[in-house]
Structures are given as structure tokens and as C-alpha cells.
């Protein structure tokens, strides 16, 4: 484009001069202004330009300018719709996040609470148990502590009179039954026993 | 066409005739004119027609309607500033007179009314009129300031003075002497490349030859379209933006 | 989880930059000035025999025409002619000399 420009404006430039030389000769027609032709045509050229500027300047610029204006806004309000809606979106999205989290969370408490009651009443159950048995276990000592005391009682009364018998076989002495008693009674003592 | 040999009257095509019949030439109206009337009408139903779907989404017409309406008020705002909004429908008009004018006269058996001095010399005294308005109405006399440039030494007054009221008032000239000679020009180099090509094919002495020989000033003149439509948009479109440029000038005074 | 993440950032940086396409969210960058007339070298060409030429028409112009008022041929068109001269000089440094930086 660039060399084809330059070349045609060389020649252009070479041309016109010749055209302007020959003007000489004959007369550019444009330059001619005794002629009537050149005066009313720009008589013509402003009345119609001046009509022309009128009419696009009231009429048809301000239409096309309302035409842009309305695209404008149209497109302008198209964003701030789209705009609100993503915003509106994003508000969702953020309230569902919440919620799920809250949810999960009560959902983990309830676990946690059940988790805290079973093993509660667990240990309820073991501690009453414990309880039973401990009770069971000290009457069961009781009653062998009554057996042995029933059973050492005898053992005392017994050897009590075996050991008069003995005495009075072996010495013929009648021994006197508090004085056997109280022998009876140091000798176990001594033994542990009483 | 320029029918006679060795004489190519590369200028006849800018001759002003009477057109619309007696009734045209009773008041005097040209060809000139009626190019004027169309392309008018054309800008206008470029407009009326682009506007009128009001679509959102821009069909063909009303997106060239959108883009010539968004470009030049934007190049409106980007020269002059915010006060540019004032000037866009001068400016408009403007742009698109000339670019309507200079793409027509591309058609043939058209007439370029750009291609004549008579009427870009007035196109260019109305901008250069409406500028020193503009400069007048917002600094009142301090406008004559621009003519003395602040800091100069007092001595070249005398000097400075002229020269720069000449300059001021060249504007105008070289406004329109730009646009007026680059179509004349590129019209004569249409005419000139189409005579060459009936001579050549005309010719005896060349024969046969002549007729493939004419193939060369028929592609200049394919390529020369081209170039011109180029032209076409690239003057009008100078002619807007030193417009703005000058009315930047007027708002802001330097 | 993440690959949805992905696609709600997406959708988040098409939904911004439509908004800032559209000029209601703070645009990153300032306006882009773009005072670029015509600054190809062929633009700048033409432009400134244009200057140069227009200049030294208006000046003859002024010159001749104070000339015939005044009865002083070619005294003042030949004064108005360096003016031009000069005017059209100082028209080409306006536009291709260094430029004042724009507000």
C-alpha cells in the first residue's frame, strides 16, 4: 500500500503542476469566478449546508445519540443486573456454608451428648455392682467372723473342761471352775487364739 | 471523455453546467448543488435509517450510522475537551459533507463538488468564522493577545503582528487549497490514465499492440481507486480534526 | 470445589471488565489521548508545502490588494510577500516543531 501511495503521489505531485500549467492555457473551470455558475454555487452550497446542519443537529444526531444512550443503559443495567445476581449468589452460597457448618457442628455435640450419656450410664450400672458385691462380700466376712467367734467360744468352753478333767484325773484335785477358766483363757491369749 | 488525440482536456470535467433542467438553471442551480442535495440526503438517511431500528444489537447501517456518530464525537472531545460536545454536529456535518462529496465524485458521471475552490475556500471561511466567534464570545478582547505570543521581545512587534495574522488567516487557505487540490488532482490523473487508455486502443500506429498496451493506464487507474478512496476518507478526515484543532485553539487560546 | 472456583473467577473478571468496558466500575487507564492527526511522513509532506503555499497566498493577497488601495505598487506586496514567507514558516514549526505539552 505504502510504495503504491507514495508513487501515485509522486506522480499526482508531477501532474498537478502540469494540470496547473495548462490551466494557463484554457482556464481551470474552479478558478473562473467572472462565471455566474461559481457565485450561485455557493449560494446553493450554503443554503443546502446550513439546512443540513440544522436537520442533523435538531433531528438526527440527538436520535442516534438516544439510540447509544439507550444501549447504554441497557447494557449498563444488564451488569448491575448480573452484578446483584452474583452478589445475591455469593450471599447464598456464603448462608449455605454457614448452615452446613452449623449443622455438622450439632450434629457433632449430639454424638459427643450421647457418647457422655451411654458412658455415664456405663458407669452407673458398674458402680452399682460394685456396691452389691462389696455388700454381699461383707456379710459373707461377717458371717465367718461369727462362725470363728461362735467356734472359738466353743473351743474355750471345751477346753475349759477337758483341762478340769485332766486336773482332776491327773492331781485328784477338784479344781475350782473360775481358776481352770482363767488359765484356759492366758494360754489361748498366749497362743493367740483369744 | 476527452475525445480528440494528443489533447486531453483533463479539466473539462469540473465545468459547472445547470442541472434539474430550466427550472434549475432559472436559479442557477449546478450539478454541484445536486451532488450537494444527495449527499445531504444521503447523510440524512444514513441517520434516520441507522437510527431507526434502535437495536441494541447493531445491524449494518446502524452500526456505520453509531460509528461515524461515536467517532467523530469522540475525536470532537479528545481535541477540543469537554467543550467539544458544543461543536460535534458542526463538526459532523462537516465531516461528512466532505467525506460524502469526495467518496460521489469517485462514481462516475459525477461531479466532486470538493474539487472545487469556490466551495472548500467557503467551507473553511465558515470554520475560521465560526472559530474567531467562539474565541471572541469565551476571552472576549483578550483574543487579540493570541496574535502577540506572551514573552516575545516588545521590538519585533511590528514583525510578529503580520506574520502572525497571516498565519491566522492562512488557515482557511490551506484548509481548503489541501482538500481542493488533492482531488483535483486526483481526478486530472483519472482523466489523463482513461485518455491514455482510448489512445492506446485507438491508436494506428500501435496496432493491435496498442489494445494490450492499454492495460497498463487501466490498472493505474484500478490502483489509482483505490489510492483515491483512501484519499477520500483521509481529507475528510484532515479537514474535521484541524477543524477541532482550530476550535482547541479558540477555546483554550493556547 | 476447585474447578468451580475457577470458573466463578472467570465469569467475576468477565463481569468487571464489562463493567469497566462500560464505564461504571474506575477505568484501570486514563483516557488514551490520541492526538495523532496525520503523522505518517507522506501526511506531513503535503501538509507543510500546503502551509507554506497558503500562507504566501494570503499574503500576496493582503499585499496587493493594500497596494491598489494605496497607490503604492509592488512596495507593500513585496513586504507582505517575506511576511508570508515568514508566516508560512512559522506555520510549518508549528506543525512539525516541538510541541507545548497539551493540559
Redesign the interface.
Known amino acids: 500500500m505504502r510504495p503504491i501511495g507514495l508513487l501515485a503521489a509522486a506522480v499526482m505531485s508531477g501532474l498537478s503542476s502540469a494540470a496547473l500549467a495548462a490551466e494557463e492555457s484554457k482556464g481551470m473551470p474552479q478558478l473562473d469566478f467572472g462565471n455566474v455558475l461559481t457565485k450561485s454555487q455557493v449560494v446553493w452550497l450554503a443554503l443546502i449546508f446550513f439546512v443540513l446542519y440544522l436537520l442533523l443537529s435538531k433531528w438526527a444526531l440527538p436520535k442516534v445519540g438516544t439510540v447509544l444512550e439507550k444501549r447504554a443503559s441497557t447494557i449498563a443495567g444488564d451488569l448491575q443486573a448480573a452484578q446483584t445476581a452474583k452478589t445475591a449468589a455469593d450471599a447464598a452460597v456464603a448462608e449455605l456454608t454457614a448452615k452446613t457448618r452449623a449443622a455438622q457442628s450439632g450434629a457433632q455435640a449430639e454424638i459427643a451428648g450421647a457418647v457422655e450419656a451411654a458412658k455415664a450410664a456405663a458407669t452407673a450400672q458398674a458402680a452399682t455392682l460394685n456396691a452389691r458385691l462389696d455388700a454381699q462380700l461383707a456379710e459373707a466376712e461377717q458371717r465367718i467372723a461369727a462362725a470363728r467367734a461362735a467356734a472359738m467360744g466353743a473351743l474355750r468352753q471345751v477346753a475349759g473342761e477337758t483341762a478340769a478333767v485332766v486336773v482332776t484325773r491327773l492331781t485328784g484335785v477338784h479344781a475350782s471352775q473360775p481358776s481352770v477358766d482363767a488359765a484356759v483363757g492366758a494360754a489361748l491369749a498366749a497362743r493367740g487364739l483369744a | 471523455m476527452a475525445a480528440e488525440e494528443h489533447a486531453i482536456d483533463a479539466l473539462g470535467q469540473f465545468k459547472l453546467t445547470t442541472a434539474l433542467g430550466p427550472l434549475g438553471a432559472s436559479v442557477n442551480f449546478t450539478q454541484s448543488n445536486l451532488m450537494m442535495l444527495i449527499s445531504g440526503l444521503l447523510i440524512l438517511g444514513l441517520m434516520y435509517f441507522g437510527a431507526r431500528p434502535q437495536a441494541v444489537v447493531p445491524g449494518r447501517l446502524q452500526a456505520l450510522a453509531e460509528m461515524a456518530y461515536e467517532g467523530i464525537r469522540k475525536m470532537c472531545i479528545d481535541q477540543i475537551g469537554d467543550e467539544g460536545k458544543a461543536f460535534f454536529p458542526f463538526v459532523f456535518t462537516l465531516f461528512m459533507f466532505v467525506l460524502i462529496g469526495n467518496l460521489l465524485g469517485l462514481l462516475p458521471f459525477s461531479f466532486t463538488y470538493t474539487s472545487h475552490i469556490a466551495v472548500t475556500l467557503s467551507l473553511a471561511m465558515t470554520v475560521i468564522v465560526l472559530v474567531t466567534v467562539v474565541a471572541l464570545r469565551i476571552h472576549g478582547l483578550h483574543f487579540f493577545s493570541y496574535f502577540f505570543p506572551a514573552g516575545a521581545p516588545k521590538l519585533l512587534a511590528p514583525i510578529i503582528i503580520p506574520v502572525e495574522i497571516i498565519s491566522y488567516l492562512s488557515r482557511p487557505v490551506s484548509l481548503s487549497i489541501r482538500l481542493f487540490a488533492n482531488m483535483v488532482a486526483g481526478h486530472v490523473m483519472f482523466e489523463v490514465f482513461a485518455s491514455f487508455i482510448l489512445m492506446m486502443a485507438a491508436s494506428h500506429a500501435l496496432g493491435s499492440f496498442g489494445v494490450v498496451g492499454a492495460v497498463g493506464p487501466m490498472v493505474l487507474n484500478v490502483l489509482l481507486m483505490g489510492f483515491e478512496l483512501l484519499v477520500a476518507f483521509l481529507q475528510a478526515y484532515v479537514f474535521a480534526i484541524l477543524t477541532c484543532i482550530y476550535l482547541h485553539d479558540a477555546v483554550h487560546l493556547h | 470445589m476447585s474447578e468451580e472456583q475457577g470458573q466463578k473467577g472467570s ?2 473478571e468477565r ?1 468487571s471488565s ?2 469497566r468496558r ?1 464505564g ?1 466500575e474506575g477505568a484501570a487507564d486514563g ?1 488514551t ?3 495523532a ?2 503523522n505518517s511522513s ?2 506531513v509532506g ?2 507543510v508545502g ?2 507554506l ?3 504566501i ?3 500576496v493577497a ?1 499585499g496587493w490588494s493594500l497596494d491598489t488601495w494605496l497607490h503604492t505598487k509592488p512596495l507593500l506586496l513585496i513586504v ?1 510577500v517575506l ?2 514567507g ?3 514558516v ?2 510549518i514549526w ?1 506543525l512539525v516543531g516541538p510541541k ?1 505539552p497539551k ?1
Do not use: H, M, T, Y
Open positions: 465469569f467475576e463481569l464489562a463493567r462500560q461504571l483516557s489521548k490520541s492526538g492527526a496525520d507522506l501526511g503535503l501538509r500546503v502551509e503555499v497558503s500562507a497566498v494570503v499574503a493582503i507582505f511576511l508570508g515568514a508566516a508560512g512559522a506555520n508549528r507545548p493540559k
